[in-house]
């Protein structure tokens, strides 16, 4: 039969990696939805064009933008480069806000993630250091606290202490120093991934679809994640001006292999305790 301690233990973890989980299968779903939109969209701007532009030939094809152009008398060519022109400025105009939301999720995914390891490493913290006085079991933390105290325990941060742990390659340091869990090693590929990920999370200028990399960087992205993720613009000496392609399954990709690393940590946390627990013993 197994112990009061054991079932606590049990809860508490489902209650972290559960919560964690649950936000990032809400950006996964979100993204899924935003890529099927914007390939719909895409589409449809294609099928238009081609049937503006079949429209200025054959009488068969209906247009919009043939039957309300103001000067039908003007040559082929002309109205041609007009649609051109109108087709060019709807692209761009698409392209600029998926760059805009794309930014914001992997903003979004990276800064969850943090949370994430500054809240494991509160618990994992708190853990080793409880005392038997503390060890009250999962209902009684509850009756005593309430749900949403004793949430807020297991996952708020201390804003007084979260700047030591500014950066999540530190955090990962801490995490590994109290735990022994080697999380940059735990898994090495998609370690790799959450950290160029938060390099170009910090790079992000506030309204603006560019920013400026190193060429390690740019490299690592485009090895990761593909060459359509990332686009260049120009260089100058070790610096790249870039901007995001409106492609979601990069971000996709990420979301389901932090998901994955998750699980592993979850996995890796509780052989650990579970060890510590029998040599306490």
Request: glycine letters at 2%; one cysteine or more; hydrophobic letters at 30%.
């Amino acid at each position: 039969m197994r112990s009061q301690a054991e079932i606590d233990f049990d809860l508490e973890i489902f209650s972290i990696f559960y919560s964690v989980d649950r936000e990032l299968e809400y950006i996964e779903n979100a993204l899924e939805f935003l890529n099927q939109s914007l390939s719909d969209k895409f589409e449809k701007l294609e099928e238009d064009y081609n049937n503006s532009y079949h429209s200025l030939y054959l009488e068969d094809y209906k247009s919009d933008f043939y039957d309300n152009y103001p000067n039908k008398n003007l040559p082929t060519e002309m109205i041609l480069e007009d649609l051109s022109y109108a087709r060019e400025e709807e692209y761009q105009t698409h392209d600029t806000i998926s760059g805009y939301i794309i930014q914001s999720i992997l903003v979004k995914q990276v800064s969850v993630i943090e949370k994430f390891l500054k809240s494991f490493y509160k618990y994992a913290q708190d853990k080793n250091g409880a005392t038997e006085s503390e060890q009250l079991s999962f209902i009684d933390k509850i009756k005593k606290n309430g749900i949403k105290k004793y949430i807020c325990n297991l996952l708020c941060i201390d804003t007084k202490k979260e700047k030591q742990f500014s950066d999540i390659r530190k955090t990962a340091s801490a995490i590994t120093k109290i735990t022994t869990i080697n999380i940059k090693e735990l898994d090495v590929d998609y370690w790799r991934q959450l950290r160029i990920m938060n390099e170009l999370r910090n790079r992000f200028a506030h309204g603006s679809n560019e920013f400026v990399i190193n060429k390690e960087i740019l490299q690592d992205l485009k090895k990761e994640f593909g060459n359509n993720f990332i686009s260049e613009i120009r260089n100058k000496d070790n610096n790249y001006l870039c901007k995001i392609e409106n492609d979601f399954e990069p971000l996709i990709k990420f979301n389901q292999n932090m998901r994955n690393y998750i699980k592993q940590l979850e996995s890796e946390f509780r052989k650990y305790y579970n060890t510590k627990q029998k040599e306490e013993r």
